[in-house]
Structures are given as structure tokens and as C-alpha cells.
């Protein structure tokens, strides 16, 4: 394979300084002094994007009817200018995945066609995302047909097919010309579904007759980044109060998770108000959320400019007290139209999708985000300030008890999905990864924004960096790139200090003396705690605590079969030997359960008598004596008495 790879002369050469019998030497010559035969014709070079517009509108067609089977099948009419060498891509670098994600996989049956006659096609044989053809003369235009085979489960890839729910994502079943930036390449789409569904998508709709939905032309960016939902149950519901057009879709199994209520939506309508109040622009002419309540689809939450795609139960609104941990979903989700869509990193606001991404400011794009989404859930109401607090004393905690950031920065953690996305690793708590650049983030925005709220004593704040640095520009949709120095000026342009050295003394922070950035919680007026009973508010905001001892013995149990997982790196478990696989069949001498457990944490508590674990692994049995003397242990933010609650001002909703 090596050798395939060097010039043909250097190949002879070699072969012919090695010992080798005269008629292999010769069979090596004369192969090279002919035309390759290792494909079966050359493989062009890749054409490199560039800012011309493509001529002509690319006709498409995506049929979503064979929700059994679970295929989509796609048609394009591809325009051509002239005879010669045209290559399609398959997008790879998908947008908000941050990583080279585009499931090539599953798209098969590629069929390309001119004039009635097949036209074979060439993959790239260093970027298999590519496909080359050579056009004949006389044609102006190609057909190409393949579908997309959607998973039946989520064992590798989301689950986007059911019998009564469809999320068509449209990079994931589309084929483009090289050499145009996807704002140059038109797309006139056609969508066909099952008769009587109805969809939600952020597309305008020129007819819809007989289960087929026509759409306006649109840019190839616009239509990737406008997803689609479409089921046998929908509603759509105007949520702006300002006679504007910020709609809720929900899609769901059945109908009766439609019901939302007056007041549940007054919720929604308050998200509106707030993020209005907040950035003081618009960056979308119109936003439709895309709501699935659906056992059906896999689950997600991802931005798009004037959209979203998000999950939830079934029973979200049916049952909206069991719902709290979920309700910040879609405010995160709204937030990016404005960070993430229209500011936008520079490094990942790439000319088309097989440009490779880069992820150097998501703890801007994804952690700013996390922190607006919490305080708007706060504003809206979908949160009470008590919720909020539990939440944010959630992370605090698993930020305060994190090992890995004796060796890995927070900035690191932004590269994380180039390594493989989302990709579930061993002792997460030592390895570090996606969560970081959100959730710590997030506490490293909270500590910018009570710096400037105590500087400035109350006069100025973390809105005033949103109002200015993403609120720029009413009414201009186009995406704008930023860098880690505009961050700085606009955040010196609200308060001047040296913020270059107050962000990157968190986000490189590593080594034995790195401490998680919780300043911002005790200037807000409070301190992270740790008590061994949980409220009743707590226990449904942390709905995992029954089986959750990370912060006791290290480890949270898992399933029917109380598995150990997620052991915290040099937790007493991990002090003690125990790995990955292990499951506890009894306490004490006593049959175990999560309950049990508690109990036993409880009465070792201020003793030297150890917990006594037996532990079972495929035909293995071990027992084990734990060690541990300071009971259960969760996170409670605390208020400091006489201290400025800086952190209920940032909660409290905007009245202007």
C-alpha cells in the first residue's frame, strides 16, 4: 500500500536495488511504464469553493413515505454548464455537530443518469465523501437517485424514521457540486409524505397537495440549515407577542400530546419576550421550533438560524411537573439563532460542508449559550429561581469533584468532537470532554457576569456584552465570524479590565493546583455546599440522586443489575481497585439495592467501620471493604448572609 503511494520511477528504483528474482524485477517495470490500472480511470483533483454562483437550480426530491422500512429516497436534477469532469460531495463536516459526522454509511443504491444513459461514477479515494463523474458532451443536465438507510435503532446512528414521525435533516440526504460556497448553489426542494401529515420546517411552502410539499428555491445553506419535522400529529402555535413570527411545532406519537396549554405556552411567549429584551435584535425574518414528543425518534437538540430541532416525552405537557430537568431544552436551543447562527466562530464558518471545521471558541458558542439558556429558562419561567439554583449547584458540584483537570484544559475540551464525536470513553471523569465547553463554560460566564455586575455596581452586566456583540444589526441574517479578540474588546467595551488573561487563566487552567471556576457563585451570593438529604425540589431537578454516590463512594449504579458506572477517577472505588463491568449483589452482607447503599453510606458515616461490597463480573466474585467515613454527599448552593444576591438579579426576568 505504501509503495502505491510513491512516484513510479522511485518505485523501479527500489525494486530494482532489492534482491528479487529477474522476472519479478521485470514484471515491476513494466507495470509502472503503463497506465494505472488500480482504478478504472484518473481521479480528478477536488475542486476548492469558491464564492461563483452555480448555474442553474438543482431540482430535488426527498420521499419519506417508507417509514417501515425506514428509507429515504432521494432525487436531484443536477444543471451542467459543460462537458468534462464534475464532482458531487456528500456533506462531511456537519453543522452544530462540530465534527465530521456526515453519515456516508448509509447512503446507497447511487445511481447518475444523463440523457437516459448511466454514467459511472468514481469515489475519491482520499476523500471518500467525494464522487467524481465525467459529463458527456451535449448534456445539460444530470439525474441522481440514492437513498438514505436510516437506522431502525440507535445503536450507531439517531433514529430519525417512525411509523407516525419524520426528522428529515437535509445535509444527510443530499449530494452537491465541489467548487461553490453553499450560499452559491440553488435548490428548488419537494418533500413527500405520508397523506394527512403536516410538518414544521423554516422553509417557505409554495404548494402542498396530496402529501407533497413544494418549496421555495432556497441556497443550498439556508435549506441544510432548515430541518424538518413532519408527522401524522402536528400543531403550530404563533408564540410572539410582538405580531411577529416565532412559532411552536410539536409533532408527536399520538395526539392527545398536542394538548399545551394557554399557560404552559404563555411560557414559550415569555422566552420571546425576554430573549428580545435581552439582545435587542433579530437575526430571522421567521423561527419555527421544531418540537418532537415522540418515543419514536431518537433524541436531540440542535440550532439552526431560524430553527430548532428538539426532543422531549411524550407526556411533556400532559405531565409538566415531572418535566423540569427538560425545560431548558428550547431557550438553549433559541438562544444560538443569535450565538452560534449569526455570530458565528470564525473557525467554523467554513465555505461549505467537506471544509474542515475548527472548534476553538465553543466554550463561547456552546458554554455562553448554556449560561443564556439557564438564566432565560429563569426569566421565562419554565424555571423558578429555585430550580435554577439546584441546577446551577448540580454543576458547580460536578465541576468541584472533577479529576481530569489536573491534565486536561477546558480549552482542550473544544477539540473533543474532532477525536471522535461524542464518543462515550472510559473514567469520563479523568478524561474530560463534550459536556466541559458547556457546563464549565457556563461557570466561567457566571463569574464574568458578577465581575462586571460588582465592578460596576449594578450598572452594568453580561446583558450588556449580549445586547452588543450579538445584537448588532436588526434584521441582517447573514452569519458574521468572530475571534477570541472580539470577545475581548466587546467585554472591555462594557467593562474595562484584562479579560485576555481572566479567560485564558480558566480555559488553560490544568494541573494539580487547577480549581473549577466557581468564583462567579460566591460574588453572586453564594457558596457550594454539600448535605446528605435532598429537598423535594432537589430530588426532582436531580432526578438520578437514588442511585447517584459520585461524591460519596464514586460511582453512580446502573440498571436492574445495580452496575457500577461512571466511576470517578481516585474515588474510594477507584482507590479500591474497582473497574469497569462490576455489579453489586449485596451490602453488608445484605442483599443490595440503591436504598441500602444509602443507608450503609449513612451508619459508616464519622466511623472506621468499612462498607462492605460483594461485587460480581461475568463468573468473577470479589469482595470488597470500602473505606469511607463522611456519608452522602450532594451539591446545595448556599446563600452568604449579608452578601448581594447577584445571582437572583441575573435570574430575575427583564422588564425591558
Not at 72 to 79: D, G, W
Not at 352 to 379: C, D, I, K, M
Not at 507 to 513: E, I
Not at 595 to 607: D, H, P, Q
Amino acid at each position: 500500500m505504501l509503495l502505491a503511494r510513491l512516484p513510479a520511477a522511485l518505485i523501479v528504483t527500489l525494486m530494482a536495488g532489492a534482491a528479487l528474482p529477474a522476472l519479478a524485477q521485470t514484471a515491476v517495470v513494466t507495470e509502472a511504464s503503463q497506465a494505472p490500472l488500480a482504478l478504472p480511470r484518473a481521479q480528478p483533483v477536488i475542486p476548492t469553493p469558491s464564492q461563483a454562483a452555480y448555474p442553474g437550480v438543482i431540482r430535488y426530491e426527498a420521499d419519506i413515505t417508507d417509514t417501515e422500512r425506514r428509507i429515504i429516497r432521494v432525487k436531484q436534477t443536477v444543471p451542467v454548464a459543460a462537458a468534462g469532469p464534475l464532482t458531487l460531495l456528500y456533506p462531511k463536516y456537519l453543522p452544530g455537530n462540530h465534527a465530521a459526522t456526515g453519515p456516508i454509511q448509509l447512503l446507497s443504491g447511487l445511481t447518475v443518469t444523463a440523457n437516459g444513459q448511466r454514467l459511472e461514477w468514481l469515489r475519491d479515494t482520499v476523500e471518500p465523501y467525494a464522487f467524481h463523474l465525467d459529463v458527456p458532451a451535449n448534456v445539460t443536465e444530470i439525474d441522481v437517485a440514492f437513498e438514505w438507510l436510516t437506522q431502525p435503532d440507535g445503536s450507531q446512528w439517531r433514529v430519525v424514521m417512525g411509523p407516525d414521525v419524520v426528522n428529515l435533516q437535509w445535509e444527510k440526504a443530499i449530494l452537491y457540486p465541489a467548487g461553490y460556497d453553499a450560499t452559491g448553489i440553488t435548490v428548488a426542494p419537494t418533500v413527500r409524505m405520508k397523506p394527512g401529515w403536516g410538518y414544521g420546517v423554516a422553509l417557505d411552502t409554495e404548494s402542498f397537495e396530496g402529501g407533497a410539499a413544494v418549496f421555495k428555491p432556497v441556497d443550498l445553506y439556508t435549506l441544510v440549515d432548515s430541518p424538518m419535522f413532519a408527522g401524522a400529529h402536528h400543531r403550530r402555535v404563533n408564540i410572539d407577542r410582538a405580531d411577529g413570527d416565532v412559532f411552536l411545532n410539536i409533532v408527536s406519537d399520538e395526539a392527545k400530546n398536542l394538548a399545551a396549554t394557554e399557560a404552559q405556552l404563555d411560557f414559550y411567549r415569555n422566552l420571546v419576550d425576554q430573549t428580545d429584551r435581552l439582545f435587542g435584535a433579530r437575526h430571522y425574518d421567521r423561527y419555527e421550533f421544531l418540537f418532537g414528543l415522540t418515543n419514536q425518534i431518537g433524541g436531540i437538540g440542535l440550532e439552526h438560524h431560524r430553527s430548532s430541532e428538539n426532543t422531549g416525552a411524550t407526556d411533556f405537557f400532559t405531565a409538566w411537573d415531572k418535566h423540569n430537568g427538560a425545560r431548558d431544552l428550547l431557550p438553549h436551543e433559541f438562544v444560538h439563532s443569535w450565538n452560534g447562527k449569526h455570530m458565528r466562530p470564525a473557525d467554523e464558518l467554513t465555505a461549505n460542508y467537506n471544509v474542515p471545521t475548527q472548534n476553538t471558541l465553543l466554550w463561547v458558542y456552546e458554554g455562553q449559550t448554556e449560561y443564556w439558556g439557564e438564566v432565560l429558562s429563569a426569566r421565562s419561567g419554565l424555571h423558578t429561581k429555585e430550580e435554577s439554583l439546584i441546577t446551577l449547584a448540580g454543576i458547580a458540584g460536578f465541576y468541584d469533584n472533577q479529576p481530569g483537570r489536573g491534565w486536561r484544559s477546558l480549552q482542550d475540551t473544544n477539540n473533543h468532537n474532532l477525536l471522535g464525536y461524542r464518543v462515550p470513553g472510559q473514567w469520563s471523569s479523568w478524561m474530560r470532554g463534550t459536556g466541559d465547553y458547556y457546563r464549565e463554560a457556563l461557570l466561567v460566564w457566571l463569574d464574568a457576569d458578577t465581575l462586571i455586575r460588582e465592578a460596576t455596581n449594578g450598572r452594568r452586566s453580561l446583558d450588556d456584552f449580549a445586547k452588543s456583540f450579538f445584537g448588532r444589526n436588526d434584521g441582517v441574517v447573514a452569519p458574521e465570524g468572530y475571534r477570541f479578540e472580539d470577545v475581548v474588546r466587546h467585554l472591555n467595551a462594557v467593562h474595562p479590565r484584562d479579560w485576555a488573561t481572566f479567560l485564558r487563566t480558566r480555559l488553560d487552567a490544568a494541573g494539580p493546583d487547577a480549581r473549577a471556576p466557581l468564583d462567579g457563585l460566591a460574588r453572586g451570593g453564594y457558596r457550594l455546599t454539600y448535605v446528605d438529604s435532598l429537598t423535594a425540589a432537589e430530588k426532582r431537578i436531580m432526578s438520578g440522586w437514588a442511585n447517584d454516590f459520585q461524591y460519596s463512594l464514586g460511582f453512580t449504579l446502573s440498571g436492574p443489575n445495580n452496575r457500577l458506572s461512571n466511576i470517578r477517577w481516585g474515588s474510594p472505588a477507584f482507590q479500591a481497585d474497582i473497574g469497569v463491568g462490576w455489579d453489586l449483589l449485596a451490602i453488608n452482607d445484605r442483599a443490595a439495592s440503591a436504598e441500602r447503599l444509602r443507608e450503609a453510606v449513612t451508619a459508616a458515616k464519622g466511623t472506621d467501620r468499612p462498607i462492605v461490597l460483594l461485587l460480581k463480573s461475568g463468573d468473577r466474585f470479589r469482595t470488597v471493604n470500602l473505606t469511607y467515613a463522611d456519608g452522602l454527599r450532594y451539591p446545595r448552593l448556599e446563600r452568604i448572609e449579608g452578601a448581594p444576591d447577584r445571582l437572583g438579579e441575573i435570574l430575575t426576568p427583564r422588564t425591558r
